[in-house]
């Protein structure tokens, strides 16, 4: 399996957020027919219900690369655009192993 991860820090503007979160998880029921992701998670800030994370979980670097470039996330990223108070932070890293901190 795949050790390529991406997270995505999200800042929703607060009336927008409902409508951010509909396409995002019709956005991610889409996704699962792709097979370029093997796994998304969603963290949501207790404190402030606007700022999120998204983790995912690639199948590949090829998988990756053809999903972005791909009319399913262009089509969401235009639709939602309006919703986002900030320019979402988008970052990619390999896992070489995993270890356990505690």
């Known amino acids: 399996m ?4 991406s997270i995505v820090e999200l800042n929703i503007k607060p009336q ?4 951010y979160m509909d396409a995002l ?12 992701i093997v796994s998304h998670k969603l963290h949501i800030a207790p404190n402030n219900p606007s700022k999120c994370v998204v983790t995912v979980r690639w199948a590949s670097k090829e998988a990756m690369s ?3 470039n791909g009319d399913l996330i262009k ?10 108070a900030d ?3 988008y ?3 390999t896992i070489e192993s995993e270890q356990t901190l505690l």
């Open 91 to 93: 970052k990619t890293f």
């Open 66 to 68: 053809d999903y972005q």
């Open 16 to 19: 927008e957020r409902d409508a």
């Open 25 to 36: 998880r019709a956005l991610i029921s889409d996704s699962r027919t792709t097979g370029a």
């Open 75 to 84: 089509n969401f990223m235009n639709e939602t655009a309006f919703c986002l």
């Open 2 to 5: 795949s050790n390529l991860f």
């Open 87 to 89: 320019p979402s932070i």
